[in-house]
């Protein structure tokens, strides 16, 4: 569905509109940007809602996609200047895993927002594994330990256990099998003969459309699904199945969405790339400024069906800070979605490296690449450059506060602490080839999937 920019301004706006644009000299005005029906496409309907766009003087229309696949081949075709994306999107795109181009970020979207969520009928088998409170609530975060004899009585019953995940190079599908692997459960491997996913698996993982997660799930063609919000909520809502683990709960403060545009849009178009990234900078300052005081008011926003279309009600459950598991089991949340805070919009190298890890624990990337490869990728598609651009921008117009940005970053956080994961391995973005050899389950060093197993 499309959402087109309003005709009529206020003065102010199109005064600071017009002074904005030509310090910029804008060389495209009239865009139009894709999105998938997600709660954290956010920036992109608050930025447009707001005015921030035309603030830039930027003419916008937001237009949903039916999938990941179209939104990407709109991109790379320039149907679409530039979209709301996975974060493996322009990395795969980049190195070639899929349909080829070149992609940039400016701009990652948010933190966190992700869950795997089961029907009912497995969540009542995985119940009896899973440890509870002193108040009977099951306690958080559930290891896929729990799940793990549920699959072992499918697979000796030689029936096939299955669950969804919205797209080869999502983050759902590398944070599922993140949480398989760290219970023990193979999550399967790719090979350049076989794109499936699915060998060697004890779940088989198959892509289906965010917004049709819970019918297929209701309909029994999955038993589950890990997928961004609204759509585990949803599954609360209709009583059809339970959440089991936030990603925040899985890795704290974990890398989401990104903004993605083409290479040759960026360069072509310089000025307009760096009045967008303002854009959505002001939008994800506003979405998490004092202390998410803007989320009911964004939520409503969601709501509307020219966005993501689900009730406000299912889309506040998460956005406003609180998360639901079993029904009325509701907990708090506060960084179940963040879009500004802990430095979420900037595009660091260390994130994209992660993406790319795990691309090559699975079989995505097929050899071993040297440190130097993952380091020359990252920079290749995640451009600081441009976001730090825009950020001094709004920091001299007043717009941004100078201390909320990180100027003097190498491109690389902290390394996450074991604390902070659930299978307590930490993250060093700054040694790949050593984080990928010591997770336990995955590809190592020196091996790769050949007629349907691991050589090497």
Not at 186 to 195: H, K, L, M, N, R
Not at 404 to 411: A, E, L, N, S, V
């Amino acid at each position: 569905m499309k959402k087109t920019r309003a005709i009529l301004l206020a003065t102010s706006s199109l005064l600071a509109s017009t002074a904005v644009a030509q310090s910029l000299d804008l060389e495209k005005e009239d865009l139009t940007l894709g999105f998938i029906k997600l709660t954290d496409m956010a920036p992109l309907a608050v930025a447009y809602e707001l005015g921030y766009f035309e603030d830039e003087g930027l003419f916008v229309t937001l237009e949903a996609q039916a999938n990941w696949k179209v939104l990407l081949d709109g991109v790379i075709s320039g149907e679409l200047d530039g979209a709301h994306m996975l974060a493996g999107q322009p990395l795969a795109a980049t190195i070639g895993y899929g349909t080829e181009a070149h992609i940039i970020t400016p701009f990652s979207m948010d933190l966190n927002g992700n869950a795997i969520t089961v029907s009912n009928e497995i969540w009542d088998q995985m119940r009896p594994n899973v440890p509870l409170m002193d108040d009977g609530r099951p306690q958080h975060p559930i290891s896929a330990s729990a799940l793990a004899p549920v699959v072992e009585e499918y697979l000796d019953r030689g029936e096939p256990f299955n669950m969804g995940m919205v797209f080869p190079v999502s983050t759902h599908n590398y944070e599922i099998r993140y949480w398989l692997a760290a219970g023990g459960l193979e999550p399967g491997f790719y090979s350049e003969q076989d794109i499936s996913g699915q060998i060697g698996a004890d779940v088989l993982l198959s892509v289906t459309p965010p917004p049709q997660m819970p019918s297929t799930m209701e309909a029994g063609t999955i038993f589950g699904y890990a997928v961004g919000e609204p759509w585990n909520q949803q599954a609360v809502f209709k009583g059809i199945g339970v959440p089991v683990i936030t990603d925040y709960d899985m890795w704290k403060n974990n890398p989401e969405k990104v903004f993605g545009i083409t290479a040759e849009f960026a360069a072509d178009y310089p000025n307009t790339t760096t009045a967008l990234t303002k854009a959505l900078i002001r939008a994800a300052i506003w979405l998490d400024e004092n202390d998410n005081a803007n989320r009911e008011e964004a939520v409503e926003m969601l709501s509307r069906p020219e966005y993501v279309g689900a009730d406000a009600e299912v889309i506040a459950n998460s956005m406003t800070g609180f998360f639901e598991f079993e029904k009325g089991d509701v907990r708090p949340a506060p960084d179940f979605n963040v879009f500004f805070r802990y430095n979420a919009t900037y595009p660091f190298y260390s994130d994209a490296i992660w993406y790319l890890t795990q691309m090559r624990r699975w079989g995505q990337i097929p050899e071993t690449m040297p440190d130097a490869w993952y380091f020359e990728t990252a920079a290749n598609v995640y451009r600081p450059d441009i976001y730090l651009e825009a950020a001094r921008l709004l920091v001299d117009e007043g717009m941004a506060n100078e201390a909320d940005f990180p100027w003097d970053t190498d491109g690389f956080k902290d390394p996450t602490p074991a604390s902070d994961i659930i299978d307590a391995i930490p993250y060093d973005g700054r040694s790949p080839n050593a984080y990928i050899d010591s997770l336990p389950i995955g590809l190592k060093s020196g091996q790769t999937v050949l007629d349907g197993e691991i050589q090497g």
